[in-house]
Every structure is written in structure tokens, then in C-alpha cells.
């Protein structure tokens, strides 16, 4: 991905020169319009935590999957597998490419934020999905599938909320005992967002890169964040990655998978090129869905959907449950909506109003005493994440004017010319900065002063562009 990226920039580089080709591309980029969202009436979480008793639990369904098409099974293929043999890399996995996570759940944070989620469905049904806490300002924010809050049933024409939403985190519904069941307790929903693009048509909108959701829960003596922690979002446009699965698939009649244990699916991710070869049949769309992410490693199942997609070593979560194959199906797949600025951007903004997401900033420094023309200066670019996520594919420009030429550039993947570099830096945390590191050489014609301008790419959810863009000035010496 930060190959496809760099060699865009440099493309860009090429065909039109200079920096006016990417300031215009950032520009559009910073200034695109936030996604509407629609939230969902307000809601009483103890109506919800009295709701959810042990036995509605137990009798809660694992919620229909998004309408899918039938995937293309290799002509090699002789039986039925969920994900073929060569392609299960999780240890200990199954024939879903799934295994059980170490009890207690409480003793990874990947698991203690990962939860049940129960809810009475649109048809008035006892349904339930999987979701996860999510870093925020006020604490009480739970991410899942759209598909898990909102949907059209059967013989409506339009869509409605779900209700009586119940979170909980490291659910264990084999334990003995409610403290064991729900080490955590019942968090109920107050309130919930989906993108206003989601529509809950044809079975949830089955190929939609806006199948995300935030529910807020109700207040207690803590937080919610405080309780368990929370999964850092990642900003992306989908990508490769190795992620982490977890969730609570839920398909009745099959062990472990009927909804109480906690299972998890290690996953190498690419962009969602199958489900948008079914796209390009029915339109001449891009051979890509930009936003999804598809895994042939792990298989889909009920109850899954919403459950969270994190970057392998890390609390970054890339992406959100949406789709995939049924249970059973050769060749199995599953697929996950990234964490856009279009869809989760658009939905966190009401959801979180008071939160600060997307601040990027870019110092710049230099060397302090002057340089002699035809020597070699060395300028640093430091980016900072201010806000509640995480970036990745951050893309940062250098630029020097003439009387200079940018010999090296290090600390990201960057595409080089005399006077410019189009980087991507892999990802940008909070709390943990990321130097890029340039050479200058002063040619014979460099002024008394050459400026080094760095710039980092600008969002919709930047509450301030002032800090994008930094000079270091070297001092010349006659």
C-alpha cells in the first residue's frame, strides 16, 4: 500500500512538477465533505442492562449476515471447505480458520474489550453481534457493523433501529455464575450512529463501505475505557496487513460456535477485490473497493459481524466485521470496512463531539550554525498525532528551492526528485512521533537562506490546518 502510494505521488511528480501537484491533491483531500450520520432515538441503558437477563441471553439469535454472493470456487476444488487448507494460519485453527481465546478473557487487552453485543433486532427478535471498545473522549463509545444497529426487515420499505442494545466486554457464556459470565458487567446503549450512506437494504447493504457503527453506553461509577480499555482506530483506506480477529460467531448446533465463547482468526489482509470483481459486472466501477479489506484466511459466521480487526502487535484497529461467505461455503472469505475519514470519521464527529481525532502536525528543524555552499545539511521533519487515533499511510512532502537538491530521505518510504519527496509513513500514533530525516546539499547558487518546507497531509477531521506545514531555514555561509 505505501508503495501504490508513493508511486502515485511521484507519478504526480512527474506529469505536472513541482509542489503545486500534491498541495491540490491534499487540498481536495482536506477540504472533501464529511459523510452525513444519523443517530438513532435516544435510549434507557438500565431498561436494556434489566433486560438482558442470563436466559434472554442464553436464547439470543447470532445476527444474519449481509446478503453475499456466491463465491468463485476454484476449479481444483473437490469438497466443500470454509477456508482451504493452505490458507489457515491461525494455530490450532479449524476448518473456519477460527480458534478459542485462552480463558479468562480478561487477561489479554484484546479480549477484555472485546465483547457481546445483545440487542432486540427491527423484527422485535433477541439477536446479538460482536463489538469492541474504541478509544474516545468520553469514554463510553462501542464500535460493531451497521448492519448490527440498523436494518429494513423483511416487507418494510424503510429501515429501522435496533433496540435495547446490552454490551459486554469478555463475555463468557460458559462460566458459572454472572460475575464469571460477565466479568465486566452490562453496559446498556444510550444511544447509536451509522453513516446516513447506510441504508439496511439487500440484506444490509452487503458490499457497503459505510457497515460501521458507534453505540454509546450508558455512564456508571467509571467509564466503560476506564473499565476495560480500548482498541486505538486506525485511519485507513483499507490496505496489507496481518491482523488479529476476535469475536463471537454464533451458528447453532456447531461447537464452539454457538455464540458463547470467544474465539479469535489470525488474517493476512488485501483490498476487497473480490467482492469488487461482482461490483465491475454490474457497473464499470474501479477494480477496487476502496475502504474494505478481504481476508481468505478467516471465514464470516453469524454473530461475528462488527467484531474488531487489529494490526497484529499492536491495539490498532483497522477495520470492522462486515461480510463474507456463509458457513460452509468453498473457499471461504471475510471481509472488514477500514476506518475512513468518510464513514467512521463522519459517525464519530456526533458521537464524540467534545473528541479531538485527526491532528496531524509537522515540526521542522535544522542546523543552527551556517553551512558552506557545496556541503551537505541534515534537516529533520517530525510528525505528531494530537488526536484519539491512529494514521496510517500518512503521506508527508520535503521540498527545497533551487541552489539546493534533497540527496537522501529516510524514516518512511518516499519517492525522490532534486527538489522534492513524496513520502508515506507507514502509521502515526499518538503519543509517538515519527522523523523523517533529509540531506541538503547547497549547490554553488544557494542564497543566504534556503528554506526546507514539510507538509503533512490535512483531513476533514483536522480541527486546524495552520500546524500541517513547517520550514527549517538553513543558514548559508559565504
Not at 436494518?151 to 435495547?164: D, L
Not at 440484506?203 to 458507534?214: E, P, Q
Amino acid at each position: 500500500m505505501a508503495r501504490t502510494l508513493v508511486s502515485t505521488l511521484v507519478t504526480a511528480l512527474a506529469a505536472l512538477g513541482g509542489l503545486a501537484t500534491t498541495t491540490s491533491l491534499e487540498s481536495s483531500a482536506a477540504t472533501r465533505a464529511l459523510g452525513g450520520a444519523e443517530a438513532s432515538p435516544l435510549m434507557r441503558p438500565r431498561q436494556a442492562i434489566r433486560y438482558w437477563t442470563p436466559a434472554r441471553q442464553a436464547g439470543a439469535g447470532a445476527a444474519e449476515l449481509p446478503a453475499t454472493r456466491p463465491p468463485l470456487v476454484p476449479a481444483s476444488a473437490r469438497r466443500l471447505l470454509s477456508v482451504p487448507d493452505d490458507q489457515r494460519i491461525t494455530p490450532g485453527g479449524d476448518d473456519n480458520g477460527y480458534a478459542p481465546v485462552r480463558r479468562p478473557y480478561t487477561g489479554t487487552a484484546r479480549s477484555r474489550v472485546t465483547g457481546r453485543l445483545f440487542f432486540v433486532n427491527a423484527a422485535g427478535q433477541g439477536d446479538s453481534c460482536s463489538a469492541s471498545v474504541v478509544r474516545s473522549a468520553s469514554g463510553l463509545l462501542v464500535v460493531t457493523a451497521a448492519h448490527c444497529v440498523y436494518s429494513v426487515p423483511e416487507g418494510a420499505e424503510h429501515g429501522q433501529w435496533h433496540t435495547n442494545f446490552a454490551f459486554v466486554p469478555a463475555y463468557d457464556g460458559r462460566a458459572t455464575g454472572e460475575r464469571q459470565r460477565e466479568p465486566y458487567g452490562r453496559w446498556g446503549g444510550r444511544r447509536a450512529w451509522k453513516p446516513g450512506a447506510y441504508t439496511g437494504l439487500a440484506g444490509g447493504d452487503w458490499n457497503s463501505v459505510y457497515d460501521v457503527a458507534l453505540i454509546e453506553v450508558g455512564r456508571r461509577e467509571r467509564t466503560l475505557q476506564d473499565a476495560v480499555g480500548a482498541l486505538t482506530p486506525l485511519r485507513s483506506q483499507g490496505g496489507r496487513h496481518t491482523v488479529i480477529s476476535t469475536g463471537y460467531p454464533g451458528v447453532l448446533g456447531r461447537k464452539p460456535y454457538d455464540g458463547r465463547d470467544q474465539l479469535w482468526c489470525l488474517a493476512r489482509t488485501q483490498p476487497a477485490r473480490a467482492l469488487a470483481a461482482v461490483n465491475a459486472a454490474v457497473s464499470s466501477a474501479a477494480t477496487e473497493l476502496v475502504g474494505k479489506l478481504e481476508t481468505y484466511n478467516c471465514h464470516l459466521s453469524k454473530g461475528h459481524s462488527g467484531g474488531p480487526w487489529v494490526v497484529q502487535g499492536t491495539r490498532d484497529l483497522v477495520g470492522v466485521l462486515s461480510a463474507g461467505t456463509e458457513d460452509g461455503e468453498a473457499d471461504g472469505y471475510s471481509v472488514a470496512n477500514a476506518l475512513n475519514v468518510e464513514s467512521y470519521g463522519a459517525i464519530v464527529k456526533k458521537a464524540d463531539p467534545r473528541g479531538v481525532y485527526d491532528a496531524l502536525s509537522v515540526a521542522a528543524t535544522g542546523p543552527t550554525v551556517p553551512v558552506r555552499r557545496g556541503r551537505t545539511a541534515t534537516v529533520t521533519a517530525t510528525v505528531t498525532m494530537r488526536g484519539l487515533l491512529a494514521a496510517a499511510q500518512v503521506p508527508v512532502t520535503l521540498r527545497v528551492p533551487d541552489g539546493a537538491a534533497l540527496t537522501a530521505v529516510t524514516g518512511a518510504a518516499c519517492a525522490r526528485t532534486a527538489q522534492q519527496a513524496a513520502c508515506a509513513i507507514d502509521a502515526v500514533r499518538p503519543g509517538h512521533p515519527v522523523r523523517l530525516t533529509a540531506r541538503v546539499r547547497l549547490t554553488a547558487g544557494a542564497p543566504r537562506q534556503v528554506p526546507v518546507t514539510a507538509h503533512v497531509t490535512a483531513t476533514a477531521l483536522d480541527p486546524s490546518q495552520r500546524d500541517n506545514t513547517a520550514v527549517a531555514r538553513i543558514p548559508v555561509q559565504d
